[in-house]
C-alpha cells in the first residue's frame, strides 16, 4: 500500500561513475573502444565457426553461441553505459530499467549454462575419447545448445514477471551503471520477500547446479590427464581444457563475490568495479583468451585473412 505522500515513479536516474568529471573522456574513449573490439571479436569467433571447415567441431559449435551471449551482454549494457558517462548519469524508464535487467540476467544465465555444456564437452572428448564423437554428436549439441537458451530464458521470465509488477516510490535513485537486482529492488515499495526468495531458488539451477557440475568434470579431467604416461600427451590434454577453465574461473568468480559473498564489506563503488568484470572485461576477453590458446582458430584465422588478401589482389589487378 502507498502512503498518502508517496507517488509511483516512471523512471529511475542512473548515477553510473560520480566524481569521475576529470577522466570523463578517457573513460567513454576506453569503453567505446572496448564496446567495439568487444563487437568486432565475438563476431569474428561466430563467422570463423560458421564458415571454416576445420573448426565445425562441438567445442567450437558451443563456443560460437558463447560469443553470441558475449554480444548480448555487451549491447544491453555498455551503449547506455557510454551514455551515463558523457552525462554524468541519466535516467532511464521503469520499463526500460526491467527490460535491461531482464535481458543482462537472461545473457548470464545463457551462459552459465552455455559453461557447463562446454565442460561436459571436454569431459567426454578427454575421460571418453573413443566415445566421443558417438555421443557428442551433431543432434546431442543442438539439443544442448537450444535447452540452454530455453531455460535461460524461462528461468528469467519466472523471475522478471513478479518484478514488473512491483511499484516503484523512491527514492529513484540507483547507483549503479546498469540496472542490476539489488539496487533495482531498492527503490520498491512493495513486498519484496517473495521475490527474494524466489530469486534464491532460481539461482540453483542457472548457477549453483552449473558450477558444481563443472568442478565435478573438471576434478575428473584432472584425474584422467594425470594418468596420461607422457608429459607431451598430458600437456596437449589440458591445452584443450584450459581456456574454457580460464573464462569459468572469471565468470563464476566475480559472480560469487558480488552475489554469494556476504556484501557488508562491498561498498557501491566497488560492486560497480566488480560488476565491470563480469559485464565488459570478461565478454572483451572471452574471445581473446579462445584465440590466443587455440591453434586451429589461429589457423583459420590465418586461412581467411590469407584468401582474403589474394582476393583483393586479383580484383585489384582485374
Not at 571479436?41 to 573448426?55: A, E, K
Not at 537458451?149 to 547507483?175: E, H, K, M, R, Y
Not at 526468495?197 to 548457477?207: C, G, K, R, S, Y
Request: hydrophobic content about 50%; overall charge positive; aromatic content about 14%.
Amino acid at each position: 500500500m502507498l502512503g498518502k505522500n508517496q507517488t509511483i515513479d516512471t523512471e529511475f536516474l542512473l548515477l553510473g561513475f560520480q566524481n569521475l568529471h576529470n577522466f570523463k573522456i578517457l573513460l567513454f574513449t576506453m569503453f567505446l573502444v572496448t564496446y567495439i573490439m568487444t563487437l568486432s571479436s565475438n563476431l569474428l569467433i561466430i563467422t570463423l565457426v560458421s564458415t571454416s571447415h576445420q573448426l565445425h567441431s562441438p567445442m567450437y559449435f558451443f563456443l560460437a553461441h558463447l560469443s553470441v551471449t558475449d554480444i548480448l551482454l555487451t549491447m544491453v549494457i555498455v551503449p547506455n553505459m557510454l551514455r551515463l558517462i558523457w552525462g554524468e548519469g541519466g535516467t532511464m524508464s521503469v520499463a526500460g530499467c526491467v527490460s535491461q535487467f531482464h535481458l543482462f540476467a537472461f545473457s548470464e544465465a545463457s551462459e552459465s549454462l552455455l559453461l557447463t555444456v562446454m565442460s561436459y564437452d571436454r569431459y567426454l572428448a578427454i575421460c571418453h575419447p573413443l566415445r566421443y564423437t558417438t555421443i557428442m554428436n551433431f543432434k546431442l549439441c543442438l539439443q544442448l545448445v537450444i535447452w540452454s537458451w530455453l531455460l535461460g530464458l524461462a528461468v528469467t521470465i519466472i523471475l522478471i514477471l513478479p518484478i514488473s509488477q512491483l511499484q516503484f516510490c523512491g527514492p529513484n535513485v540507483i547507483d549503479h551503471f546498469f540496472c542490476d537486482f539489488a539496487p533495482l529492488v531498492k527503490n520498491s515499495c512493495s513486498d519484496i520477500s517473495f521475490i527474494v526468495i524466489e530469486v534464491f531458488v532460481l539461482t540453483f539451477p542457472v548457477d549453483v547446479l552449473p558450477f558444481v557440475f563443472i568442478i565435478v568434470t573438471y576434478v575428473c579431467i584432472c584425474l584422467t590427464i594425470l594418468r596420461i604416461p607422457s608429459t607431451t600427451g598430458r600437456q596437449k590434454a589440458f591445452s584443450t581444457c584450459s581456456s574454457h577453465l580460464t573464462v569459468v574461473g572469471t565468470f563464476y568468480g566475480t559472480l560469487i563475490i558480488i552475489y554469494v559473498i556476504p556484501s557488508r564489506g562491498h561498498t557501491f563503488n566497488i560492486n560497480k568495479v566488480l560488476s565491470l568484470l563480469y559485464t565488459v572485461v570478461t565478454p572483451f576477453f572471452n574471445p581473446i583468451i579462445y584465440s590466443l590458446r587455440n591453434q586451429e582458430i589461429k589457423t583459420a584465422l590465418r586461412r581467411k585473412f590469407h584468401y582474403s588478401t589474394v582476393f583483393w589482389h586479383e580484383r585489384r589487378g582485374r
